[in-house]
């Protein structure tokens, strides 16, 4: 059953969003939710930018990433760069011991790419019990989802309660281009992963992403092998309709 109260606050985030900046925007959910945020990150660009607007203002939310074991060296560089930067700690979350020893069992280290069920189980075991977790408690979830990124994310709303974790979930840069995010990126001089500057737009775990050649979509080296409308892990399920504006 859909909270009211977070619907009602979804809407008037998704009222006010037009005229506020990422700082704003970020802030604005700390003074609309009265509880636990989180915002979980995977040090992409727009992660990072959220952190950014997170950090400088030293706002109450959580910040955590899902750590799935298979994540590239430059990631794990950046998260400790990113700590150093703003001198606060991202907490890392690790898949399920038991689950994930069961897992390999079962497909093997690289069985993944047997199937897409077989990915969505490697992905269940390691991002979804950990994001679970991360949000157990929680009243509002912030992540750096793009409408731009593909015709599934394009789908979804600014801010809206998740059908599935049962919070409010807020996308601060929904309608964001790439190239506004990469100039306030550098603007504000915020640490990025370096594979960014190798052709990987979209950066996971190490065997499921691939640079992108000129012309290929963000996620096209994201689960390549994969037919385009499946390649999600299934973090961001889709929303129901985007909700109308509160009453001013």
């Not at 969003?17 to 915002?39: K, T």
């Not at 499946?230 to 399920?237: D, N, T, V």
Request: glycine residues 8%; hydrophobic residues 40%.
């Amino acid at each position: 059953m859909v909270n009211p109260d977070l619907s009602n606050t979804a809407a008037r985030l998704a009222c006010e969003c037009a005229r506020l900046d990422l700082e704003q925007r970020v802030a604005a959910v700390r003074d609309h939710v009265s509880g636990r945020i989180v915002f979980t990150t995977s040090f992409g660009l727009e992660d990072q930018a959220i952190a950014h607007a997170i950090f400088v203002q030293d706002l109450a939310i959580d910040v955590v990433t899902l750590d799935t074991g298979r994540l590239f060296p430059e990631t794990y560089e950046l998260w400790g760069r990113t700590e150093t930067r703003y001198g606060r700690r991202i907490r890392g979350l690790f898949p399920d011991r038991n689950g994930l020893e069961r897992l390999i069992d079962h497909q093997g280290i690289n069985g993944f790419r047997r199937s897409l069920e077989a990915r969505h189980a490697c992905c269940a075991v390691r991002k979804l019990e950990p994001l679970g977790r991360a949000l157990s408690g929680a009243l509002a979830w912030i992540s750096g989802l793009r409408a731009e990124q593909s015709s599934l994310r394009a789908t979804m709303a600014y801010a809206a309660v998740d059908p599935r974790q049962g919070v409010l979930k807020v996308n601060p840069l929904f309608d964001w281009k790439r190239d506004q995010l990469v100039s306030f990126i550098g603007d504000h001089d915020i640490p990025h992963n370096p594979l960014h500057d190798r052709g990987f737009l979209s950066i996971g775990c190490a065997p499921c992403t691939r640079a992108v050649a000129p012309g290929e979509p963000e996620r096209a080296g994201r689960w390549w092998w994969e037919h385009e409308d499946k390649r999600e892990c299934g973090l961001h399920a889709k929303h129901p309709a985007r909700p109308q504006p509160a009453p001013a």
